[in-house]
């Protein structure tokens, strides 16, 4: 298990797994300030090269250069054609009503259960 704090939020991979949980609030002021989570969610498609999981059920908040860099993210699994990605949401959080769906714009194979 992989921890990663940022902020108010707090990242944690699950190798065995293949489970990336996301909790608190994700308010990083800009796309460089996300680099350190691309980088620990390119970290994790080292170990989880057929399925990964991204669940953002304890997500409370997430601003836009955050939703760009998951969308960065999902594109750049795409182009690889790995891992396959499953997003679990939580309904009762507004930011996720409106973004997660758009994952599956991006990338036709992303299973999303909300």
Known sequence: M???NAGVATIIYTESESLIVFEGSMRLPNMKEYSVISDFLKEA????VEQLTLDFK???YLNSSG???LSLFILNCKQEGNPQITVL???SIPWQQK???NFKKLWNDVEIII
Do not use: A, H, Y
Request: charged letters at 5%; a negative charge.
């Open 2 to 4: 992989v921890t990663l």
């Open 45 to 48: 498609t080292v170990t989880s």
């Open 58 to 60: 304890s997500l409370e």
């Open 67 to 69: 939703i760009t860099t």
């Open 89 to 91: 949401g939580n309904q």
């Open 99 to 101: 973004s997660i769906s």
